[in-house]
Structures are given as structure tokens and as C-alpha cells.
């Protein structure tokens, strides 16, 4: 089956870039989003077709795929990003999601 | 801004079915996917599966029967455009069903012959807790 890794923990400090890596096979092939999930919330789209930001959410989101590793960037942290960031990618019409990466600034 | 909102009991019995509903608050049922996710109490999210207007419908493959050896999915998920809502049943659950459920919606493009999906709207979530 199909399975994206992403590391449990990222750490920075205020104001610093934080990088959180998913790596896959065939994200050539597939078209990452990401997910930011903070505690009792429901995830909000951040991230969707690799790189595209939806309406509402703030510039200092980006993200790549590099087709074998997708990262999503955090430029200038602040503490409302702390958060649980999910990837996620559909193969064979089958969704998936990585671990999650707890993202903690402070 | 359409509004999704998950329903249904908040216990159900080991080896019974679970079902869930979720209701969409425009009329936009038969324009996109659908789909189910779960997340397990401090665990991740897990895709259940989704169902497209048409009646098409694809599941998680680690959702099969443990009762046989049966590729069956333990999951149907369906749609009632007359009610704008789709559901979810879930059979012979067990403790490791036990999960926050989120329903959402799906929006689908394509670019360079690749088509992408993402969930941009989601319920607020329910909880189901399997116990005797």
C-alpha cells in the first residue's frame, strides 16, 4: 500500500522558517496538499496541487514537490502555527495521509 | 460558505454496525466527492474512502473484513442527493474503530493530465466510541 513518511517533530524558534518534509513514492505522479490541525480543531486545508495556497490562508505558507520529497514551508513562524501538519496525496483514487509532524515554536 | 455536519450515535457495540451521516448545508451534494475521514484518539488521520455523485465509491483497502478471509470492505459509504446528505456505515467494529470521524468535501482539478484532490471543507467531527 501506499505510504507517506514525515518526521513525528519539527521545532523553531519565532520568526524563524520551519520545513516539514513527506516523502513517497511516485509524488511525481501525485499532487501533494497539507493539512494544519490544531488541538480539538478539524483540519484546514493550507496546501493543495503541490504548491497552491487556498483563499484566506497567509503567504508565509509555501510548499514544493521535488517528486520524491514534497515540503511544506513555514517562513517566519509564528506560535499560531503550532499545529499538527498532515500531508496527503491520492494514489489509484485511494486517499492517503502521512503521520502528521507536530510543529512546535517556541 | 458551505457548512458540513456530521451525525449519529456516540456508542456503538463490538461487532455491530456503525453509521454516520453527514449533511451538507447548499445544494452542492451532486457536484463533488465526498469523503470520510477518521482520526483515533492521539493518532492520525485515516482516509475511509469517498462517494462520487455517479455512485462511484472507493475504499481504504485496510478497512476488509476480519471476520473471513473475504477482500469485502467492511465500509459503504453513500449518497441521498434528496436529503443533501451521504453516509457512512461501518461494519463489525471493534475497540480500533473507536475515532473522532470528519466528513469533507472533495474539490478535483486536473493539470498536465494528472488529476489532484484535496479535502477543503470538513465537518467539525464526531465521536464514536466502540464499547460493551
Known amino acids: 500500500s501506499y505510504e507517506l513518511t514525515q518526521p513525528p517533530s519539527v521545532s523553531v524558534s519565532p520568526g524563524q522558517t520551519a520545513n516539514i518534509t513527506c516523502s513517497g513514492d511516485r509524488l511525481g505522479a501525485n499532487y501533494v496538499s497539507w493539512y494544519q490541525q490544531k488541538p480539538g480543531q478539524s483540519p484546514l486545508l493550507v496546501i493543495f496541487q503541490d504548491s497552491k495556497r487556498p483563499s484566506g490562508i497567509p503567504e508565509r505558507f509555501s510548499a514544493s514537490n521535488s517528486g520524491v520529497t514534497a515540503t511544506l514551508t513555514i517562513s517566519g513562524a509564528q506560535g499560531m502555527d503550532e499545529a499538527d501538519y498532515y500531508c496527503?496525496?491520492?494514489?489509484?483514487?485511494?486517499?492517503?495521509f502521512g503521520g502528521g509532524t507536530k510543529l512546535t515554536v517556541l | 460558505q458551505v457548512q458540513l455536519q456530521e451525525s449519529g450515535p456516540g456508542l456503538a457495540k463490538p461487532s455491530e454496525t456503525l453509521s454516520l451521516t453527514c449533511t451538507v448545508s447548499?445544494?452542492?451534494?451532486?457536484?463533488?466527492?465526498w469523503s470520510w475521514i477518521r482520526q483515533p484518539p492521539g493518532k492520525g488521520l485515516e482516509w475511509i474512502g469517498y462517494v462520487y455523485n455517479s455512485g462511484s465509491t472507493n475504499y481504504n483497502p485496510s478497512l476488509k473484513s476480519r471476520v473471513s478471509i473475504s477482500l469485502q470492505s467492511r465500509v459503504t459509504i453513500s449518497l441521498d442527493t434528496s436529503k443533501s446528505q451521504f453516509s457512512l456505515k461501518m461494519s463489525s467494529v471493534t475497540a480500533a474503530d473507536t475515532a473522532v470521524y470528519y466528513c469533507?468535501?472533495?474539490?478535483?482539478?486536473?493539470?498536465?493530465?494528472?488529476?489532484?484532490?484535496?479535502?477543503?471543507?470538513w465537518g467539525k467531527g464526531t465521536t464514536v466510541t466502540v464499547s460493551s
Open positions: 469533507a468535501r472533495v474539490s478535483r482539478g486536473i493539470h498536465l493530465s494528472y488529476y489532484y484532490y484535496y479535502m477543503d471543507v
Open positions: 496527503e496525496a491520492w494514489d489509484s483514487n485511494i486517499g492517503v
Open positions: 447548499d445544494g452542492s451534494i451532486s457536484t463533488y466527492y
